[in-house]
Structures are given as structure tokens and as C-alpha cells.
């Protein structure tokens, strides 16, 4: 039988008072934590909910015609998600570069990617990658690049404590070659 919705969100709101218990956390004595596990069992199945769509979201690129294509450069798209290891916020900007072939991909495309990949326990190495791949399979471009800035909450609250900026990159196509690469960190600056 299907799990409905309400269905999860009963059982994260016993489990979610479960561990606030035994943390010594109760909800029925601290007026601020008794609607709590109601609240973090929404957002849960809000947030998460993307694990469990599988399927991209459809992205209908737009036919090209003509010649050799330009470089096209999104940047700045902010992106929210929670490291695999410990469910703690990573969160930055992303900046995507793509010479088209024979299609083009419409402004919020990549945002739309990259929200879709995001919301689920991620590394920002796979979700780098993932977004990478995603664009060549929705565009089929000579090359397409993705760089991900993002602050690591895990590093900044745990452990070492670090200052958590923290830059990755997934090159494909053309942009295996460094000419590519250079001019797409050159554009980047020069925005
Ligand atoms: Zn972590």
C-alpha cells in the first residue's frame, strides 16, 4: 500500500518528539518546542520529497539553428541543500557555462536543475556533477561546465570549525580543455 502523506508526516511527528525527548528537550513543558515536531516534519517532507522523484523535471530546449554556438554563462543561481553525512545546510551560488549545438535551454533551466538535484541528502561534489550531467542529457551541448560555491555548514558548526567556503567543478565536453575552461573563469570575472 502507498504511503500517503499524512501517513509520513504522523510518524516523523513521533519520531521527531522521540529524539527532542530524549534529549532532554520536551515539547509538553517548553511552549516553544511543542508545535516543533509538527513544523520539522512538514519542512522534512517538504524538502526531501525530492528524493523521491526520480524524474528530472521536463526542460523542452529550444531549436538552434546556425553555426558554431557561443559560450552561454548562468551565473549567480542560488541553491539551498544538506550534506548526506549529517542532514546540516550547504548553500551557495552556482554558475553554469554551455556552448549549445542545436538547442538552447531556456533562462530558468538550470535553476530548475539544480533545485531538483538539491533537495535530497547531497555532497556538493554529486550534486556538481549530477547538474553537469543533466545538462547534456536535456541540451546536448559541445561542452557544458558547472561550478558550485557554497558555505559548509557542517565544517563551519562541527568539528574543526573552519570557515566552510567550499568550490567544486564538473567540466564536460570542450570544457575539458583548459582553453575553454580559461575563457569561461575569464567571463566569470568580468561579469
Ligand atoms: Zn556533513
Keep these: 500500500m502507498e504511503r500517503t502523506r499524512e501517513t509520513t508526516l ?15 528537550l520536551d515539547p509538553t513543558r517548553d511552549p516553544e518546542l511543542r508545535d516543533t515536531p509538527e513544523r520539522v516534519a512538514e519542512w522534512y517532507v517538504d524538502f526531501f520529497g525530492g528524493a523521491d522523484r526520480e524524474e528530472e523535471p521536463e526542460i523542452v530546449p529550444l531549436a538552434r539553428e546556425g553555426g558554431e554556438g557561443e559560450m552561454i554563462v548562468v551565473a549567480d543561481v542560488p541553491f539551498y541543500s544538506v550534506c548526506a553525512h549529517h542532514l ?8 553554469v557555462g554551455y556552448v549549445p549545438d542545436r538547442a538552447l535551454l531556456g533562462l530558468g533551466s538550470v535553476g530548475r536543475l539544480l533545485e531538483h538535484y538539491a533537495r535530497r541528502p547531497q555532497l556538493q561534489e554529486r550534486l556538481t556533477e549530477q547538474v553537469a550531467d543533466a ?16 558555505r559548509q555548514l557542517c565544517m563551519e558548526m562541527r568539528g574543526a570549525r ?8 564538473a567540466a564536460r565536453g ?3 580543455e583548459p582553453s575553454w575552461r580559461e575563457e569561461f573563469f575569464r567571463r566569470l570575472r568580468t561579469r
Excluded at 546540516?88 to 554558475?95: D, E, R, S, T, V
Excluded at 545538462?135 to 557554497?150: D, E, F, K, S, W
Design 162 to 169: 573552519k570557515p566552510g567556503w567550499v568550490t567544486t567543478s
Design 88 to 95: 546540516l545546510p550547504f548553500f551557495g551560488k552556482a554558475h
Design 10 to 24: 504522523r510518524e516523523l511527528r513521533w519520531h521527531i518528539a522521540e529524539i527532542l525527548r530524549l534529549l532532554h
Design 135 to 150: 545538462l547534456v542529457r536535456t541540451a546536448h551541448p559541445r561542452g557544458a561546465i558547472v561550478l558550485l560555491q557554497a
Design 174 to 176: 570542450c570544457f575539458q
